[in-house]
């Protein structure tokens, strides 16, 4: 089975999935509370004026008639305009996203630099007292990781690095305020600034996304070091792995087959952590004030902007199955037994 007949075979997947979420979202939006088209209008607009705007917001007709007006708009890429900002609910989008795919890509990156080599090396090495106890304390900061919350590790971060040592930028976004962002081409400020040539930007930028991708890192990274030492411990008492050493296989080798083998359980951990963070990270964007995708839902929630919160949804929708195709993708090219099954 060659990967592109594999890679649309995932794609297909995904469009029903698709469907149910825009479904669903559409469904559960009309139950909030209030009617948009009257906070919109304010309490001096007479009941005409409240109509009108109605209608403007697709929010005319019988339920279905509103259903089936949306999924054509959306065919065509539009996603409704936000009756808060007044502008494109899809250029909204485009604006904040790439903030938070910048934290989400980088805090996993360290995440998967720092624990996977640990969990790994952790759950395949030595059991004697010196590894028994590494493996214990790695496994109480794992499980301790997923206690703390983020908002409040942020916090405490701020306060120590920020007000007590005075070696960490102010929480006031992405960028100096006294700076100005680089000119958007990808979207990514810190990419955007070295496509510019600018390095004060950079710099700027770069030392504001320490402390989030720190506490980003600490808390989810966790998840991703426990199923590091599992996988890997599971995996080194195994038939294979026994027979290779029975066989006088080096013990680098060894490690190597150890590691390869517990890949497909971390990345397959590492996109539902991926997931979750594209829409979870709104308490940790809202301390650092990042203006990113999080808050951007979260204010269309408490304005009841029935087209921003689909919209937010419907992207959501989209990047989640992206990394598991990813990780599909992958497992197409770590496990040769993926290739017989089609």
């Given at each position: ?107 996993l990156a360290v995440s998967l630099l720092v624990m996977v080599p ?72 810190l990419i955007d600034a070295v496509l510019a040539g600018d390095w ?143």
């Amino acid at each position: 089975m060659s990967t592109l007949k594999y890679i649309l075979k995932r794609i297909l997947f995904v469009v029903p999935q698709l469907f149910g979420v825009v479904l669903v979202t559409f469904l559960a939006v009309r139950l909030i509370p209030g009617d948009p088209a009257r906070i919109m209008a304010g309490a001096l607009v007479d009941e005409a004026g409240v109509s009108l705007i109605r209608e403007r917001m697709g929010l005319s007709g019988t339920l279905w008639e509103q259903f089936f007006a949306y999924v054509a708009n959306l065919i065509r890429g539009d996603l409704g305009n936000s009756w808060v900002t007044g502008n494109p609910v899809l250029e909204d989008i485009k604006a904040r996203l790439p903030a938070t795919l910048q934290l989400v890509v980088l805090a996993l990156a360290v995440s998967l630099l720092v624990m996977v080599p640990l969990g790994i090396k952790s759950g395949s090495g030595s059991q004697g007292i010196l590894g028994r106890v590494r493996t214990h304390l790695l496994t109480g900061y794992g499980m301790a990781a997923g206690a703390f919350p983020d908002f409040w590790l942020a916090l405490i971060l701020i306060y120590v690095f920020y007000v007590v040592l005075g070696v960490a930028p102010p929480p006031t976004g992405q960028i100096d305020l006294s700076m100005s962002m680089p000119p958007s081409i990808t979207g990514f400020s810190l990419i955007d600034a070295v496509l510019a040539g600018d390095w004060y930007a950079f710099a700027s930028i770069a030392e504001r996304l320490v402390l989030p991708v720190l506490v980003l890192a600490f808390v989810y990274g966790g998840g991703i070091l426990k199923v590091a030492i599992t996988s890997a411990a599971a995996i080194r008492k195994s038939e294979f792995v026994n027979y290779a050493e029975l066989n006088g296989v080096s013990p680098r080798i060894v490690d190597k087959m150890i590691a390869r083998a517990s890949y497909p359980a971390i990345a397959t951990f590492s996109a539902v952590i991926f997931g979750y963070l594209v829409g979870g990270t709104v308490l940790v964007e809202s301390v650092f004030s990042w203006g990113g995708f999080g808050q951007y839902a979260v204010q269309s929630v408490i304005n009841s902007d029935f087209t921003a919160i689909q919209g937010v949804v419907l992207v959501a929708a989209v990047l989640n199955p992206i990394p598991y195709m990813l990780v599909d993708i992958c497992y197409y090219y770590i496990d040769p037994r993926i290739k017989d099954l089609g």
